[in-house]
């Protein structure tokens, strides 16, 4: 058999797979946004999908706008007859694998809320079990369709008949997607916190987190505050030592020396300071720091590990804020 070079994409049948017995049972392959209508009179170009979608939908989120309307436009211009497609049955837990037969069509039979449509044939049904971690998280993309890319030589192995199987303990993208997953989780965090908490807001959140670490905290009032945000420390009155004072930025760019010992310049000999940012810091600034035993920055990054830790004191609304789920996630087995 001939190498399989032929570009591959992934597909989902909607939230709940509601989609799978159109896919299965009618060999097609279909994407919803079905207020759109039939995309064939559309320009062959991305404003065209662009300006179609916001016409169709007036109350979605610019934002959402190009990555919708690029899912479109690649399913009726970008994918080609003798492609091949790969969609992951959430409910037999089995990946389907077939080749594009057909050009775009519009129909609303069987799946009304499906009715961009492509014919496939089906040539394969393998157990997930047989693919690598990495290559089950690039099929788990957050989007309707996408091309397959890292792992695609994986579901070409597949078609060829060949053994994709491999040990767990060595299959080496199992750090990888492990560390995917976190990083993808820290953005989360830190674009939520940057978008939803500017300012004074983002204060009162860091208050919050030094309270759930046992800390009482007194916030400064919205305006001038002299260079300290938040007065932090153990007992009720606020009078014994650690006296904590807290300067906040909620900005993503780096902080420089001159914040950093502006800050200092506010806290006494046997009191401590504390800079905390969304962002990071600067080499300068952090050197001031290392010589200071009583003067602490936190960066971004270890914002997000204090909220993981402490996570579940939060209130309700910092959870409603930042929805996190705890998950299992596989480690990389160490073999000697």
């Known amino acids: 058999m001939s190498r399989v070079?032929?570009?591959?994409?992934?597909?989902?049948?909607?939230?709940?797979a509601d989609a799978e017995s159109l896919f299965l049972n009618k060999s097609v392959i279909a994407i919803g946004w079905p207020h759109v209508g039939d995309l064939s009179p559309l320009s062959p170009d991305r404003e065209s999908f662009k300006e179609k979608i916001v016409q169709s939908y007036p109350g979605m989120k610019a934002g959402a706008v190009p990555t919708n309307a690029g899912q479109l436009y690649r399913f009726v211009h970008e994918i080609k007859i003798g492609d091949y497609v790969v969609y992951p049955s959430k409910r037999s837990r089995t990946i389907h694998i077939g080749r594009i037969v057909g050009e775009y069509h519009y129909s609303q039979s069987n799946e009304p809320e499906y009715p961009n449509r492509r014919k496939v044939e089906?040539?394969?049904?393998?157990?997930?079990?047989?693919?690598?971690?990495?290559?089950?998280?690039?099929?788990?993309?957050?989007?309707?369709l996408f091309q397959i890319r890292n792992y695609a030589d994986e579901f070409r192995n597949a078609l060829e008949g060949e053994s994709t199987d491999r040990e767990v303990e060595n299959d080496e993208t199992v750090?990888?997607?492990?560390?995917?997953?976190?990083?993808?989780?820290?953005?989360?965090?830190?674009?939520?916190?940057?978008?939803?908490?500017?300012?004074?807001?983002?204060e009162d959140f860091v208050a919050h987190l030094l309270q759930c670490m046992g800390y009482r905290t007194r916030v400064a009032p919205?305006?001038?505050?002299?260079?300290?945000?938040?007065i932090a420390h153990k007992d009720e009155l606020g009078f014994e030592p650690p006296i904590i004072k807290v300067q906040v930025k909620s900005t993503l760019g780096n902080i420089g020396n001159g914040d950093v010992s502006a800050l200092y310049g506010h806290v006494a000999h046997q009191e401590y300071g504390l800079l905390v940012t969304l962002g990071s810091f600067t080499a300068q600034a952090r050197n001031f720091a290392k010589n200071r035993t009583n003067l602490?920055?936190?960066?971004?990054?270890?914002?997000?590990?204090?909220?993981?830790?402490?996570?579940?004191?939060?209130?309700?609304s910092y959870k409603g804020l930042i929805p996190l789920r705890r998950v299992y996630v596989p480690e990389a087995l160490e073999i000697d």
């Open 5 to 16: 070079e032929s570009t591959i994409w992934g597909i989902h049948a909607g939230r709940a």
């Open 122 to 144: 089906w040539l394969e049904n393998v157990p997930r079990t047989q693919f690598s971690q990495g290559a089950l998280y690039e099929i788990g993309s957050a989007m309707s």
């Open 175 to 202: 750090a990888v997607i492990a560390k995917e997953i976190e990083e993808t989780t820290r953005d989360f965090v830190i674009k939520r916190l940057a978008q939803e908490l500017k300012g004074h807001p983002f």
């Open 222 to 230: 919205e305006g001038p505050d002299g260079g300290v945000d938040i």
């Open 296 to 316: 602490r920055l936190i960066d971004g990054k270890e914002v997000v590990d204090l909220i993981f830790t402490h996570y579940q004191q939060f209130d309700a």
